[in-house]
């Protein structure tokens, strides 16, 4: 697993940056109903995005959470005033006060399903009736786009993805929620190169893969012999789910 206090000052440069930012901004907007006022974006990172919610919709009032002290330092400069450091699966806030909750690239990180199935509760239990929860889905899935890199990696251990769209859609049932509406959107910036990935294999960034183990280093051999090292395979294209809280609560 990545350190993600390390990971905030090049998380943006390594991750699409502002054009990933747009895309997925815009693709979450088209999901939260116009006449929201309160947005809670758990696990906000560095606000890249978070900035771009709050700017798009002026009216909407942003706030930003991240378990990251780096990441909410970063965000911080993004969202004066409006970013919280605290754990996505015990959110500070009482019952009922958001009208939207967001968590984008959030659910592929944690351990196992109860965890997800804890933060999906958490995001529910402070959401108002009839507001609107919005994930993203499928990430791991997203970046297998039928390329030679792909190939290499293919036989590769694996964790068991933690946002799989039914496993989600399943935690949010058992939540009271119900489907509102999906979006996709663009990796900008993320097509992998065979020699990124070797970088990122070596840096941790596949979890089962530890950097500097002997099966890690084979797969960077294989990498290693793929033609193009620097050409940027195809981007990826996220998937965005959103849910409704009955508004009867």
Same mark, same amino acid.
């Given at each position: 697993?990545?350190?993600?206090?390390?990971?905030?000052?090049?998380?943006?440069?390594?991750?699409?940056?502002?054009?990933?930012?747009?895309?997925?901004?815009?693709?979450?907007?088209?999901?939260?109903?116009? =006449?929201?006022?309160?947005?809670?974006?758990?696990?906000? /990172?560095?606000?890249?995005?978070?900035?771009?919610?709050?700017?798009?919709?002026?009216?909407? @009032?942003?706030?930003?959470?991240?378990?990251?002290?780096?990441?909410?330092?970063?965000?911080?400069?993004?969202?004066?005033?409006?970013?919280?450091?605290?754990?996505?699966?015990?959110?500070?806030?009482?019952?009922?006060?958001?009208?939207?909750?967001?968590?984008?690239?959030?659910?592929?990180?944690?351990?196992?399903?109860?965890?997800?199935?804890?933060?999906?509760?958490?995001?529910?239990?402070?959401?108002?009736? /009839?507001?609107?929860?919005?994930?993203?889905?499928?990430?791991?899935?997203?970046?297998?786009?039928?390329?030679?890199?792909?190939?290499?990696?293919?036989?590769?251990?694996?964790?068991?993805?933690?946002?799989?769209?039914?496993?989600?859609?399943?935690?949010?049932?058992?939540?009271?929620?119900?489907?509102?509406?999906?979006?996709?959107?663009?990796?900008? /910036?993320? /097509?992998?190169?065979? @020699?990124?990935?070797?970088?990122?294999?070596?840096?941790?960034?596949?979890?089962?893969?530890?950097?500097?183990?002997?099966?890690?280093?084979?797969?960077?051999?294989?990498?290693?012999?793929?033609?193009?090292?620097?050409?940027?395979?195809?981007?990826?294209?996220?998937?965005?789910?959103?849910?409704?809280?009955?508004?009867? =609560?």
């Amino acid at each position: 697993m990545l350190d993600y206090d390390k990971e905030a000052g090049a998380y943006d440069a390594t991750r699409g940056g502002e054009p990933r930012a747009a895309a997925a901004a815009e693709a979450v907007l088209g999901l939260v109903p116009p =006449g929201a006022r309160t947005l809670l974006d758990v696990a906000c /990172g560095t606000g890249i995005v978070t900035r771009r919610l709050a700017a798009a919709r002026p009216a909407l @009032r942003v706030t930003g959470l991240d378990a990251a002290p780096a990441m909410t330092r970063t965000a911080a400069t993004r969202l004066p005033g409006a970013v919280l450091l605290a754990d996505s699966r015990r959110l500070p806030f009482p019952d009922g006060v958001f009208d939207a909750v967001t968590t984008i690239w959030l659910l592929h990180l944690v351990a196992g399903p109860e965890d997800a199935g804890a933060i999906i509760a958490e995001c529910a239990r402070v959401l108002r009736p /009839g507001g609107v929860y919005i994930t993203t889905v499928d990430k791991a899935a997203a970046h297998d786009v039928g390329s030679d890199i792909d190939a290499v990696l293919a036989p590769r251990p694996r964790r068991p993805a933690q946002d799989r769209s039914n496993q989600v859609s399943a935690h949010a049932a058992e939540q009271g929620l119900h489907p509102a509406g999906t979006a996709r959107f663009r990796g900008h /910036g993320q /097509g992998r190169s065979p @020699r990124s990935t070797t970088a990122d294999l070596r840096r941790g960034w596949f979890t089962m893969l530890p950097p500097g183990e002997p099966l890690t280093e084979r797969f960077a051999e294989r990498l290693r012999s793929l033609p193009d090292q620097e050409r940027p395979r195809p981007d990826p294209e996220f998937t965005v789910l959103a849910f409704r809280k009955p508004p009867g =609560g």
